[in-house]
C-alpha cells in the first residue's frame, strides 16, 4: 500500500476536512491508480486522522495544527525523501477536481514548463468565487504584474503541479500560512518556466473555508507585505 | 542650563541596576536564563551603570542628540535599548517557530515510517504463524 509505484506524488493537505476527504482521496485513486499520493492531516481536531487510518490511505499525521504552508511544506519534505520527480498539490476539501491532474502534469512531463498553475480564470468556467474575493485576487495578480513583470491570473489556486527542482525548493522553504502568491513570486524570481492552465473548480462540499471576512483584511495585508517582502529579497533582477 | 542627575537620583539608580544585575544573575545561576539571550540584557544593565555614573559622557551623549534634560536623555537612550531588546525577542521567537515546524514536520515523516514498518512486522509475523 505504501511503496512507491511512480514518479508523480499528489499531495493531499487536510485541516478537518473529515466530510470531504475520502471523495477527494478515492477519486484520485479511482482516477489516476498509476500515480502515488499522500494525505497530509494537518493535526486535525476532528476524526480525519482516523478516517485515513479505517480506509487505509497512505497518510502523514502532523501532531500539531501547522497552517496550510507547514503542511503542504511536509507533502513536499515526503517527496523529496521518496525522490519523487513531480509533485501535485491539490486542495483536502473537493474545491479541485482531480479529473485536471493528468492536464497540468503534462506540460512537467514534457518539459516545457516547472510550475503549473490550474487556473479558474483562464476559461473562466466553474466555480469563480464571490466578487470580493475575486477583488482580492485581481489586485494579488495586479501585485505580481508589478513585482515580478509575470501574468499570473488565478494566483490563489493551491492546484498546482511542479518538478523536482521546485520539490527541492519547497522541501527546504515554503511560506506558511497564507503560501500560494508569495510561492509564484519566489517561483518567478528563480526565473523558472511558470504556466497557468484552465480548470474548472467547483463549489465546496463540506467544511469552511480558511478564509472568512473578518481575516481577509489582515489576509490582504499579511499577503501583501509578505510578496514585497519576497521580491525584495532577491534584489534587482530582469 | 542642563539639570545634572541629583545626587540622591543618582544612588537610587545605581541600587535599581545593582537588583537588576543581582536578579539576573541568579536567574542565570538557576539555568532559568539562557546566557545567549541574556547578553543583551547584561550589556544594556552596563551601559546604563556607565551612564549614570558619568554624567559627563551623559550629557556630551545629550547634547549631541539635542535633548535638553539630563534625566530626559536617559530615559531616551534607555527606551532604545528596550526597543531592542523586544526586537531581538520577537526575532527570537519566530526563528523557533520555524525550528518548531520543521521538527513537526520531521516527526511526522518518522511517525509515518515507524507506522509503515510496523505493518510490515505484523504482516511478515502472520505470514510465518502460517
Known sequence: ?238 | MFQIIPPRLTFVLIFAVIVYFIIILSLLKHKKLNMKYTLLWLFTGVAFLVLVLNPILLFKIIQILGITSTMNGLFIILIAFLIMLVLSLTSIASRQASRITTLIQTQALLEKRVREIESKLDESKEENKE
Open chain 1, 1 to 238: 500500500m505504501n511503496s512507491k509505484k511512480s514518479d508523480v506524488l499528489i499531495i493531499v493537505p487536510a485541516y478537518n476536512e473529515s466530510e470531504n476527504i475520502t471523495g477527494i482521496v478515492e477519486e484520485i485513486r479511482d482516477n489516476y491508480p498509476q500515480f502515488d499520493y499522500v494525505v497530509v492531516n494537518d493535526g486535525s481536531s476532528d476524526n480525519t486522522g482516523a478516517i485515513c487510518k479505517k480506509h487505509g490511505y497512505n497518510h502523514i499525521n502532523c501532531p500539531i495544527n501547522l497552517g496550510i504552508g507547514g503542511a503542504i511544506q511536509t507533502g513536499y519534505r515526503y517527496a523529496r525523501e521518496m525522490n519523487y520527480e513531480i509533485a501535485v498539490q491539490i486542495d483536502g476539501d473537493g474545491q479541485h477536481d482531480p479529473a485536471y491532474i493528468e492536464e497540468i502534469i503534462k506540460p512537467i512531463l514534457e518539459d516545457k514548463a516547472d510550475y503549473v498553475i490550474g487556473s479558474r480564470f483562464v476559461e473562466n468556467k466553474g466555480f469563480q468565487s464571490s466578487f470580493a474575493r475575486r477583488a482580492g485576487i485581481h489586485f494579488f495578480s495586479f501585485l505580481i504584474m508589478i513585482l515580478c513583470f509575470k501574468k499570473v491570473k488565478d494566483v490563489t489556486s493551491g492546484f498546482r503541479a511542479v518538478n523536482k527542482f521546485f520539490i527541492d525548493v519547497f522541501a527546504d522553504y515554503y511560506p506558511i500560512d497564507y503560501p500560494e502568491p508569495e510561492a509564484i513570486v519566489d517561483a518567478v524570481m528563480r526565473r523558472k518556466r511558470i504556466l497557468e492552465l484552465p480548470v474548472v473548480m467547483r463549489e465546496r462540499d463540506g467544511g469552511k473555508s480558511s478564509i472568512n471576512l473578518k481575516r481577509s483584511v489582515y489576509y490582504m495585508i499579511k499577503v501583501t507585505l509578505n510578496m514585497i517582502v519576497c521580491r525584495i529579497s532577491y534584489g534587482i533582477r530582469r
